[in-house]
């Protein structure tokens, strides 16, 4: 497309989300999936994931969780992507 070469467009917080995480947790971040079931995934938006401080998230999304099969993706996502995918799962807070 004319203009456009050379150009790069970043993802959305739900995209990065959508690539990285729905797998286990689903698009919904409930954990419902088949694969989230067989590994006990969280439910993102539960009160105890929800009330840790977003440095308490950024650390489970690097290193992984301690104690269950939740893998850490330090290798696998840039610092952006960390961002965006901790910032979208603020969203999934139950009201």
Same mark, same amino acid.
């Given at each position: 497309?004319?203009?456009?070469?050379?150009?790069?467009?970043?993802?959305?917080?739900?995209?990065?989300?959508?690539?990285?995480?729905?797998?286990?947790?689903?698009? /919904? %971040? !409930?954990?419902? #999936?088949? $694969?989230?079931?067989?590994? =006990?995934?969280?439910?993102?938006?539960?009160?105890?994931?929800?009330?840790?401080?977003?440095?308490?998230?950024?650390?489970?999304?690097? /290193? %992984? !969780?301690?104690? #269950?099969? $939740?893998?850490?993706?330090? =290798?696998?996502?840039?610092?952006?992507?960390?961002?965006?995918?901790?910032?979208?799962?603020?969203?999934?807070?139950?009201?």
């Amino acid at each position: 497309i004319a203009g456009f070469a050379g150009r790069v467009f970043a993802e959305t917080n739900e995209e990065t989300f959508n690539k990285k995480c729905a797998t286990c947790h689903g698009k /919904d %971040g !409930k954990g419902q #999936t088949p $694969m989230g079931k067989k590994l =006990s995934a969280k439910d993102l938006g539960d009160e105890a994931v929800q009330a840790l401080k977003d440095e308490e998230l950024q650390k489970v999304i690097l /290193d %992984g !969780k301690p104690n #269950t099969k $939740m893998p850490g993706f330090k =290798s696998k996502m840039s610092v952006d992507e960390v961002k965006a995918t901790l910032a979208h799962v603020r969203t999934m807070k139950k009201k």
